[in-house]
């Protein structure tokens, strides 16, 4: 069983959809970040979090401690938004992150 | 500040020819990653340095792969004697201590 499991996916949803990506992990974190990566590579931090919720523009990230669970939410979604979305734990005292496998996301227009 | 910086962006090789890659970091970061990514997959820890000191390496660096970081500022990582294996999605990230990553946009090889 991986680390880290996301779900779903894939996800597919029409322009303007709430979108909820889930993140579940198996071990004890100081930091859960949500990665963007869009094709040919290129990764962007969205969200660095350890409790509670943040939120920046149409994004909203929310972690769950206890639980060991963190929800990416994207409102009024658009074409643009679609990426691969990747879950990141930083555990242990390696300071290493360790990666979900992703949730492709794609806004049809 | 440009951001992180990785060269080149794509490298074909044939199989047992050596490659190097460069990261450049962003320049007040003194925590440097070295990831790996194969396709459909989340990427996978290679290695970091905190300044110029290799901290911590995965079991998936082989004796082939060797990352320096000589002045604490750039980082180079070598892989010697390719494999078709090897062909991923190189990224680069680095930090300021435990500060949000900053990730380059990666240098994808594929040996022949």
């Known amino acids: 069983k991986n680390e880290v499991e996301q779900s779903p996916q894939n996800l597919t949803a029409q322009e303007g959809e709430f979108i909820t990506i889930n993140c579940s992990y198996s071990?004890?974190?100081?930091?859960l970040h949500w990665l963007q990566q869009h094709p040919g590579g290129g990764i962007v931090s969205l969200f660095m979090?350890?409790?509670g919720k943040k939120k920046h523009g149409r994004l909203i990230a929310t972690i769950n401690i206890q639980e060991k669970h963190s929800s990416l939410h994207i409102t009024a979604s658009h074409p643009r938004d679609s990426a691969v979305y990747i879950c990141a734990v930083i555990s242990g005292s390696a300071r290493q992150l360790t990666f979900g496998s992703g949730t492709q996301l794609t806004v049809l227009p | 500040d440009t951001g992180v910086s990785q060269n080149p962006r794509h490298k074909i090789t044939k199989r047992g020819q050596n490659v190097t890659f460069r990261c450049d970091p962003i320049?007040?970061?003194?925590?440097l990653y070295w990831y790996r990514q194969t396709l459909g997959q989340g990427p996978e820890f290679l290695t970091y340095?905190?300044?110029?000191?290799?901290?911590?390496k995965s079991r998936l660096l082989s004796d082939r792969f060797s990352a320096e970081r000589p002045k604490g500022s750039f980082s180079t990582l070598e892989i010697q004697r390719t494999e078709q294996g090897d062909s991923a999605m190189y990224l680069c990230?680095?930090?300021?201590?435990?500060?949000?990553?900053?990730f380059g946009n990666g240098t994808r090889l594929t040996v022949t």
């Open positions: 979090l350890s409790s």
């Open positions: 071990v004890g974190i100081s930091a």
């Open positions: 990230a680095s930090s300021f201590l435990d500060s949000p990553l900053h």
């Open positions: 340095f905190q300044n110029e000191a290799q901290l911590e």
């Open positions: 320049s007040e970061h003194n925590r």
